[in-house]
């Protein structure tokens, strides 16, 4: 991860911002379990589930997030913080080891065969992508993650300026 991330969170971007709605909508009336979020920045989701009884496995390639992140989480929330450059291939999604993985705003294709076998049966996948305003190479096609998943079940699924997708493994 470029170090301009860790020099945009010291300056305090993107501190205020809450959980992603698709995240609380995910989760409303689960039983908390085991989370994974992915490239979890400062942790607004990870806090959210963690707040709600998740045990959270948050992972980010950025020092300076993560510092943020446990700090925020210091009062006796369950959060484990691991830096793992994602792009390396520095973090593994252990197989069948997750009750909900959570992706947001973060589109690394290869990471879609990992994040399919890394949750349990019955098990949640969060994914919110971006479809327009940033690099295209970031950018996921109308479509994509609706076939990503495809034999899974759809609990929600949405495109417009970006895809929403809650997906349930059979």
């Known amino acids: 991860m470029p170090s301009n991330w860790d020099e945009r969170y010291a ?64 009062e006796g929330l369950a959060v484990t913080t691991v830096q793992a450059d994602l792009e390396a291939g520095a973090f593994l999604i252990e197989p069948n080891s997750w009750d909900l993985i959570v992706d947001c705003n973060y589109l690394q294709r290869s990471l879609f065969p990992a994040i399919r076998d890394g949750i349990v049966s019955q098990g949640v996948f969060v994914g919110v992508f971006p479809m327009q305003g940033i690099n295209p190479a970031y950018q996921i096609h109308p479509g994509e993650a609706k076939a990503v998943f495809a034999g899974w079940t759809l609990l929600h699924y949405s495109e417009g300026s970006r895809t929403e997708i809650i997906a349930r493994r059979p």
């Open 11 to 74: 300056a305090g971007e993107a501190a205020d911002r809450p959980p992603e709605p698709l995240v609380i909508r995910a989760v409303a009336g689960r039983t908390p379990r085991r989370a994974l979020d992915l490239a979890c920045g400062l942790g607004r989701n990870a806090l959210y589930l963690a707040a709600h009884g998740w045990q959270v496995t948050a992972v980010d390639a950025s020092s300076v997030a993560l510092d943020i992140l446990r700090e925020r989480a210091a």
